[in-house]
């Protein structure tokens, strides 16, 4: 991928119902290529092929196969804060270790649910600019888990919100990526780590 001070959008959003299953045809054989052969396979024409549209149609949405990886990643980020947004209303009310272990879960089935696609998306990631939409997806990601840990009167609520989506995320990864499958074993062993940085041992 190219460096520059931002990562490329899209040209357009389609607001047609056919333009928008072209759109998301470009995307999906685009993550399927990352999946299957890497960033080096990646290529505009490819992924037309593969979406089965033409390379102008292709070109009319996203101008480079950059803004293609940039819009794969923003999407990744909106499916993790749409999973714990949910995850959040279903645990309010219940007591705080019952909502860390349903939280520390969702983040796990994201996580194994795009696991392919995830793993070389992040480590694309981490080569990139930040990205203005990204980031304020992380940051409504923290404000939900943190207005979460506020309600049970958690010090510091903003700060145990970022610490805690990182120590999830520190735990996991390695793990799902080192081709562990025992999820509700790693989910435990992440509760506990958990829970002991909030004091509920």
Request: net charge negative; charged share 25%; hydrophobic share 40%.
């Amino acid at each position: 991928m190219t460096h520059s001070d931002f990562v490329p959008k899209p040209k357009k959003t389609p607001r047609q119902a056919r333009a928008r299953a072209t759109y998301q045809a470009i995307l999906e054989a685009a993550a399927h290529i990352l999946e299957h052969g890497g960033p080096t396979a990646l290529t505009t024409n490819l992924v037309a092929e593969r979406a089965g549209v033409s390379i102008g149609s292709l070109y009319q949405y996203f101008p480079s196969k950059d803004a293609i990886i940039g819009e794969l990643i923003r999407d990744l980020r909106r499916e993790m804060r749409d999973d714990i947004l949910a995850m959040a209303q279903y645990v309010d009310g219940h007591p705080l270790d019952f909502a860390v272990r349903r939280m520390v879960r969702a983040a796990i089935h994201h996580h194994v649910h795009t696991h392919g696609r995830a793993d070389v998306l992040e480590r694309l990631e981490a080569h990139l600019p930040p990205d203005p939409d990204t980031q304020e997806i992380k940051a409504e990601i923290n404000r939900t888990v943190a207005g979460l840990l506020r309600k049970h009167g958690v010090e510091h609520p903003e700060l145990a919100a970022f610490d805690l989506t990182n120590l999830v995320i520190g735990m996991a990864h390695p793990a799902l990526h080192s081709g562990d499958t025992d999820f509700e074993a790693l989910a435990c062993r992440i509760d506990r780590a958990a829970l002991g940085y909030l004091g509920q041992t």
